[in-house]
């Protein structure tokens, strides 16, 4: 086991946010994957 040091924590501390943007980056890339779905299945349309 290590012992903590400053750079296992930066380590640490940026391991973390780096999740919290993966985990968002999925939330959003999954959340257009539905509203395309959606819209496909629905064929709603915007003509101009």
């Given amino acids: 086991m290590t012992e903590p040091t400053a750079e296992n924590e930066i ?3 940026a391991n973390d946010s780096d999740s919290k943007v993966d ?3 999925i939330a959003v890339i999954f959340s257009a994957a539905v509203l395309m779905a959606a819209h ?3 064929g709603f349309t915007i003509d101009l």
């Fill in 11 to 13: 380590e640490e501390q």
């Fill in 23 to 25: 985990a968002t980056a």
């Fill in 40 to 42: 496909l299945i629905s």
